[in-house]
């Protein structure tokens, strides 16, 4: 399964011209419906919809349709439509000025007092009338289904390029645990000398008075204690295992960022185990640098979903 990012963003649009099988009504310009949907990371499915009046009523399926195929990201869908009449003139019908004539009859009858319509007032009836007369029922979800598809493309695109990213930082990493692996051997015979050559001096300065063995004794036992102390091959094995699992997950894809981000900071605490124990520059060098790489990895896992 591929790696989604939980960041992206498509965009659609639809385009119709009014039907009309009166003869007498004019063809009308065409009107566009825009849809948008983006989205950054969270830790849950968090949407939200800025839908226009007249697509109200499709925000439960929208939201089902999102729910059935996302599972984290802050997701804002838009929708916008556009009216092909919007800047010009309406011009109304003849089967319109028949029938606000009609009606402005009836009105006066009973209120006599009214007045009557202008030309601006018939021009504003005929815009609103031809504005609201498409029914974009059967265009919303199939537009909607569009849209998350490309999404889905974006965030999948965005994701190989973060695993891709990931992996390398796993080889990085690896290679510095490396480098970690025989500096702790050669630490400990180089303390275990130094502690030999100081029983040597504090014998010839004791002239005898201590017993040669029992100095030994004592400069072995500071050696071993100082091994115990730095022996970081524990954090090595744990830092491994943990790399080996993250390149499982990344390769095997899904919905895998909440698991990754878990080991990142378990990773994280090995390196920062790794550093207490330095007992030389190049391994504190070491530390430092799997701990960059590291948090560079915990920046982009926080996209993935």
């Given at each position: 399964m591929p790696v989604y990012s939980m960041t992206g963003y498509a965009?659609?649009?639809?385009?119709?011209?009014?039907?009309?099988?009166?003869?007498?009504?004019?063809?009308?310009?065409?009107?566009?419906?825009g849809l948008e949907i983006r989205s950054v990371n969270s830790r849950f499915l968090d949407l939200s919809f800025r839908l226009p009046e007249e697509l109200r009523q499709y925000e439960p399926p929208l939201r089902e349709l999102l729910t059935s195929r996302l599972?984290?990201?802050?997701?804002?869908?838009?929708?916008?439509?556009?009216?092909?009449?919007?800047?010009?003139?309406?011009?109304?019908?003849?089967?319109?000025?028949?029938?606000?004539?009609?009606?402005?009859?009836?009105?006066?009858?009973?209120l006599p007092q009214a007045q009557p319509l202008s030309v601006a007032d018939v021009i504003r009836l005929a815009s609103n009338e031809q504005g609201g007369s498409h029914d974009w029922s059967q265009d919303v979800m199939p537009l909607a289904e569009q849209t998350l598809k490309e999404l889905l493309s974006a965030r999948q695109r965005e994701g190989a390029r973060l695993a891709t990213m990931l992996l390398g930082h796993i080889g990085q990493l690896r290679a510095l645990?490396?480098?970690?692996?025989?500096?702790?051997?050669?630490?400990?015979?180089?303390?275990?000398?130094?502690?030999?050559?100081r029983w040597k001096e504090a014998m010839a300065l004791t002239d005898g008075a201590t017993a040669p063995d029992?100095?030994?004794?004592r400069a072995l036992t500071e050696a071993t204690s100082f091994a115990i102390r730095i022996d970081v091959a524990e954090e090595i094995t744990r830092l491994n295992s943990h790399l080996d699992e993250l390149?499982?997950?990344?390769?095997?894809?899904?919905?895998?960022?909440?698991?990754?981000?878990?080991?990142i900071q378990e990773l994280h605490r090995e390196a920062n185990t790794l550093g207490s124990k330095s007992a030389a520059l190049e391994l504190t060098h070491i530390s430092v640098d799997m701990k960059v790489f590291i948090e560079q990895m915990r920046e982009q896992v926080q996209n993935i979903e």
């Amino acid at each position: 399964m591929p790696v989604y990012s939980m960041t992206g963003y498509a965009s659609a649009q639809h385009s119709t011209a009014s039907p009309s099988t009166d003869t007498e009504t004019r063809s009308m310009p065409p009107s566009r419906l825009g849809l948008e949907i983006r989205s950054v990371n969270s830790r849950f499915l968090d949407l939200s919809f800025r839908l226009p009046e007249e697509l109200r009523q499709y925000e439960p399926p929208l939201r089902e349709l999102l729910t059935s195929r996302l599972k984290r990201g802050k997701v804002e869908v838009r929708a916008a439509i556009e009216s092909g009449t919007s800047g010009t003139i309406a011009d109304p019908t003849t089967r319109l000025i028949q029938r606000l004539n009609a009606i402005q009859d009836n009105v006066r009858s009973w209120l006599p007092q009214a007045q009557p319509l202008s030309v601006a007032d018939v021009i504003r009836l005929a815009s609103n009338e031809q504005g609201g007369s498409h029914d974009w029922s059967q265009d919303v979800m199939p537009l909607a289904e569009q849209t998350l598809k490309e999404l889905l493309s974006a965030r999948q695109r965005e994701g190989a390029r973060l695993a891709t990213m990931l992996l390398g930082h796993i080889g990085q990493l690896r290679a510095l645990a490396q480098q970690a692996v025989p500096l702790v051997p050669k630490l400990v015979e180089q303390q275990r000398l130094r502690f030999m050559e100081r029983w040597k001096e504090a014998m010839a300065l004791t002239d005898g008075a201590t017993a040669p063995d029992a100095a030994q004794d004592r400069a072995l036992t500071e050696a071993t204690s100082f091994a115990i102390r730095i022996d970081v091959a524990e954090e090595i094995t744990r830092l491994n295992s943990h790399l080996d699992e993250l390149e499982r997950l990344i390769k095997k894809g899904g919905e895998i960022g909440k698991r990754l981000d878990f080991l990142i900071q378990e990773l994280h605490r090995e390196a920062n185990t790794l550093g207490s124990k330095s007992a030389a520059l190049e391994l504190t060098h070491i530390s430092v640098d799997m701990k960059v790489f590291i948090e560079q990895m915990r920046e982009q896992v926080q996209n993935i979903e």
